[in-house]
């Protein structure tokens, strides 16, 4: 059991870490508050940087799953600091959508598992206004937002 739940969340660190490399040096177009980012074979992946007076917050992404033709997951990154039992806590538009856990920290940051976007959360994603996000630093808790300006055409690059 310990060993299948390592080999899993190494295959989801593979996975992470080869869709940011993919898109990390692709041609990019903005769309909205969003950055489309495509490789001709390899798919398209959207993101988004938010900010805090420290400097960069968050990143969120949102890719198609290689092996699921018609998934989409939203992952996230951000800041060492953060509580990683505490997760983070997504909404839209004040509607929770779930908790993304923690999976694992490395000198760029902290990365939560990604989250499958159902029709269901995706709706709420196209018709919303804010992604919120709840991140608590020790003791203390950090609300934030993503704007959803430009989702609804981004996300069709992704498909």
Same mark, same amino acid.
């Given at each position: 059991m310990l060993i299948s739940?390592?080999?899993?969340n190494c295959?989801?660190l593979c996975?992470t870490l080869?869709?940011?490399?993919?898109?990390s040096?692709a041609?990019?177009?903005?769309?909205?508050?969003?950055?489309v980012?495509?490789?001709?074979?390899q798919?398209?992946?959207i993101s988004?940087i938010?900010?805090?007076?420290?400097g960069d917050?968050?990143?969120?992404f949102i890719y198609r799953?290689?092996?699921?033709? /018609?998934?989409l997951?939203?992952n996230?990154i951000?800041p060492?600091?953060?509580?990683?039992?505490a997760?983070v806590?997504?909404s839209?538009?004040?509607?929770?959508?779930?908790?993304?856990p923690f999976t694992?920290?490395?000198?760029?940051g902290? /990365?939560?598992l990604?989250?499958?976007?159902?029709k269901?959360i995706?709706?709420?994603?196209?018709?919303?206004?804010?992604?919120?996000?709840e991140?608590a630093?020790g003791?203390?808790?950090? /609300?934030s937002?993503?704007?959803?300006k430009?989702?609804?055409?981004?996300?069709?690059s992704?498909?």
């Open positions: 739940k390592i080999f899993k295959a989801l996975i080869a869709t940011v490399c993919l898109f040096t041609n990019a177009e903005q769309v909205g508050d969003w950055k980012e495509c490789k001709d074979k798919g398209c992946a988004q938010i900010k805090d007076e420290q917050l968050g990143l969120a799953e290689p092996k699921a033709e /018609n998934m997951l939203l996230m951000f060492l600091g953060v509580s990683i039992p997760g806590k997504v839209v538009d004040g509607q929770n959508v779930g908790i993304a694992f920290c490395d000198k760029q902290c /990365n939560t990604p989250i499958p976007l159902k269901d995706l709706d709420k994603i196209k018709a919303g206004n804010r992604l919120q996000i991140l630093f003791d203390k808790k950090k /609300n937002s993503f704007s959803l430009g989702i609804s055409k981004a996300l069709e992704v498909k």
